[in-house]
């Protein structure tokens, strides 16, 4: 599993690979064979913009159809909503969110975003299968 988290630079952060954990939001991206998850949970806002960026770059380069386990996010600013417009346009299939919050469910409505997406409120599992992000550097 490839992680991408908000936290200050860090010289071994270039390889991405390593996880880093942050107070305020983070994003990890889940690659299978059949699909991409990217699992946001904190504050997705504008301090979380280049991780955001490049976990949409990871998901938009594997070329699957993407999916957000959005549960535990606490706030979304507009940062967040951009990122969902690009998945929802850029990767194949409908992008869907994993039981959003209602803070999320809201910026999908006024946003018109709630309309090109796919709400699922459970989760429907993810293989367990998983095979790691290609790593970048190598």
Not at 65 to 75: G, K, L, S, Y
């Amino acid at each position: 599993m490839h992680e991408v988290t908000q936290e200050p630079p860090r010289p071994e952060k270039g390889a991405g690979t390593t996880p880093v954990t942050s107070e305020t939001g983070s994003v990890h991206v889940m690659v299978s064979r059949e699909r991409t998850r990217l699992v946001l949970s904190g504050e997705v806002d504008a301090t979380l913009g280049a991780e955001l960026t490049e976990a949409v770059t990871d998901a938009e380069r594997v070329g699957l159809p993407v999916e957000i386990d959005a549960r535990h996010v606490t706030f979304m600013d507009s940062s967040g909503v951009s990122m969902l417009a690009r998945l929802a346009h850029r990767t194949p299939g409908r992008l869907t969110l994993i039981q959003p919050p209602d803070v999320v469910r809201f910026l999908l409505e006024v946003t018109r975003i709630g309309e090109v997406v796919d709400v699922l409120d459970s989760d429907p599992g993810f293989p367990a299968e998983s095979t790691p992000e290609p790593d970048p550097a190598a």
